[in-house]
């Protein structure tokens, strides 16, 4: 009899035993569930939104290294008589190799080599088709020669058949003209561009 009483104190104290390391077992796949699974699965997104920010700022690889130029060229865009304003906000400093800034809109700064006029129009959501003479929104507009209306450019003065691939010195001056003007307007428009002062800062 007494025995029998040790015999089932051993199979007590074996299920006591087998189910105190059952439930540490659970315990340690419930933590595993409800903390480190979302702080894995945290990890994977920063690192995957850190990736695309990243990736966002990194340069052409025909861009010269950031700070590797300094230079402030004046410019307009018109359109039908109208100057597209660039002291707007979300114009300002939208890439850090070429951009206006300071709630100014009229003077560029680029700060890296290599980097065009086209690179500072498409980090603003523009583009100039050269082949087709048309102004170009990427919301869809577009601003093309047709028997109304006509796409000009000149640096310095003088009409410039290309002006996407230019990469601006100090106190160039750029004019984007669109519109039916006479010679006459075009002479204001360029008078007007000649008044910007530059901001060499």
Not at 9 to 14: E, S
Not at 37 to 45: E, G, K, S
Not at 57 to 62: H, I
């Amino acid at each position: 009899m007494f025995n029998k009483k040790k015999k089932n104190n051993k199979n007590d104290n074996n299920k006591k035993k087998k189910s105190y390391f059952d439930v540490t077992r659970k315990k340690r796949s419930k933590n595993l569930k409800t903390v480190f699974l979302p702080i894995i699965a945290a990890l994977v997104i920063i690192s995957g939104i850190s990736i695309y920010f990243y990736s966002q700022k990194l340069p052409p690889s025909s861009f010269g290294a950031l700070g590797s130029a300094h230079q402030h060229a004046a410019f307009l865009v018109k359109v039908n008589g109208e100057n597209i304003d660039f002291s707007q906000p979300q114009y300002q400093v939208v890439s850090d190799f070429i951009h206006v800034e300071n709630g100014d809109g009229t003077t560029l700064h680029r700060h890296a080599t290599n980097v065009t006029f086209a690179d500072f129009l498409e980090s603003v959501k523009m583009d100039i088709d050269e082949e087709n003479n048309c102004l170009i929104f990427t919301n869809g507009t577009q601003y093309c020669n047709n028997n109304d209306n006509q796409l000009r450019t000149f640096v310095n003065g003088n009409s410039a058949e290309s002006i996407s691939d230019y990469v601006i010195n100090d106190s160039d001056r750029l004019l984007v003209i669109y519109g039916n003007e006479t010679e006459e307007q075009l002479t204001e428009a360029l008078d007007e561009l000649n008044r910007i002062e530059i901001q060499f800062t």
